[in-house]
T-cell receptor, first 116, second 112 residues
Framework: AQTVTQSQPEMSVQEAETVTLSCTYD???????LFWYKQPPSRQMILVIR??????QNATENRFSVNFQKAAKSFSLKISDSQLGDAAMYFC?????????????FGQGTRLTINP | KAGVTQTPRYLIKTRGQQVTLSCSPI?????VSWYQQTPGQGLQFLFE???????NKGNFPGRFSGRQFSNSRSEMNVSTLELGDSALYLC???????????FGSGTRLTVV
């Protein structure tokens, strides 16, 4: 079974600084997708960034980027120029590739605090 | 484009009762999944529906069930509620592949 591990329950960063959230996963599959979701106090899970396992290039979305190390099964999220609105729970998630039945496997989450 | 809509937002039920939660996916999305979120267990997969068929089911007791209608709207039902069923229930819809899932704002269920 696939597992996702986020080893940092809480992180804090000064506004405008850069922070990196860690995520490791375990799978025997070669085709899969990885995601970072943000959950603010409003509760809605918001997709931050996604990565296809077969792509070596790291995904980037504005201030958010990932460091995808497939061999090490590591998928960290870097947030540059942190803003107060970035404060939230961040979840790393894995999804097997291919068609058919799918589900997301989530890590336990990292609570990110932004200090003004 | 409307997002994923979950109703109701909050619900308080008594032990032993049953409850039905509703989810309307993004138009065109045929896959709908349900997740339970608790402080202790985190986010756990309940089940996934695609074109009215349950394709995948998580490790939950039979008290948890769901269905999907022809318009892709989905409902989940929990019978004989227990205190431990108190959680945030999240619904997500997907167009498949790398697009991941779009989540609703959830239904906060409290069992007293």
């Amino acid at each position: 079974a696939q597992t996702v591990t986020q080893s940092q329950p809480e992180m804090s960063v000064q506004e405008a600084e850069t922070v990196t959230l860690s995520c490791t996963y375990d799978t025997s599959e070669s085709d899969y997708y990885l995601f970072w979701y943000k959950q603010p106090p409003s509760r809605q899970m918001i997709l931050v960034i996604r990565q296809e396992a077969y792509k070596q290039q790291n995904a980037t979305e504005n201030r958010f980027s990932v460091n995808f190390q497939k061999a090490a099964k590591s998928f960290s999220l870097k947030i540059s120029d942190s803003q107060l609105g970035d404060a939230a729970m961040y979840f790393c998630a894995y999804r097997r590739g291919g068609g058919g039945a799918q589900k997301l496997v989530f890590g336990q989450g990292t609570r990110l605090t932004i200090n003004p | 484009k409307a997002g994923v809509t979950q109703t109701p937002r909050y619900l308080i039920k008594t032990r032993g009762q049953q409850v039905t939660l509703s989810c309307s996916p993004i138009s065109g999305h045929r896959s709908v999944s349900w997740y339970q979120q608790t402080p202790g267990q985190g986010l756990q997969f309940l089940f996934e529906y695609f074109s009215e068929t349950q394709r995948n089911k998580g490790n939950f007791p039979g008290r948890f069930s769901g269905r999907q209608f022809s318009n892709s709207r989905s409902e989940m039902n929990v019978s004989t509620l227990e205190l431990g069923d108190s959680a945030l229930y999240l619904c997500a819809s997907s167009a498949g592949g790398v697009y991941g899932y779009t989540f609703g704002s959830g239904t906060r269920l409290t069992v007293v």
